[in-house]
């Protein structure tokens, strides 16, 4: 396995007061992947979207959202597995914690609020 999904920009630079990240999360290999996107700290920060499916070389738009709030070391993982249709629905996918498959794995964004 190699970098399947990544995000561009890879690091999320919010202010602790506050504030929005846009980013492209992007499918790397020649797979249909659904995803799972987490966060350590939903007190904080929310997403656009928690369950998608990107379609080979697809990308797709991330919007990370932060409340005001004390900074601290949080990050987004965002898990993935292979899927061979393009309509499932990819949350039962997930339902167990880990994603299923040979081709599965998860990308690790760390979150970095500045005060």
Do not use: W
Not at 41 to 68: A, F, H, M, Q, W
Not at 95 to 104: D, H, I, K, R
Request: with cysteine; glycine share 6%; net charge neutral.
């Amino acid at each position: 396995m190699g970098v399947e999904i990544s995000l561009d920009p890879p690091v999320c630079p919010i202010q602790a007061n506050g504030g929005v990240s846009k980013h492209k999360m992007i499918n790397h290999c020649d797979k249909i992947l659904a995803f799972k996107v987490k966060s350590s700290n939903n007190s904080n920060y929310s997403v656009n979207l928690i369950y998608g499916i990107l379609k080979v070389c697809d990308v797709k738009e991330l919007v990370i959202t932060r409340k005001p709030g004390k900074p601290q070391a949080d990050k987004l993982i965002i898990q993935y597995c292979m899927v061979e249709d393009e309509n499932a629905d990819p949350k039962p996918l997930f339902a167990n914690g880990v994603p299923p498959g040979e081709l599965s794995g998860e990308t690790v964004i760390k979150l970095s609020a500045a005060e």
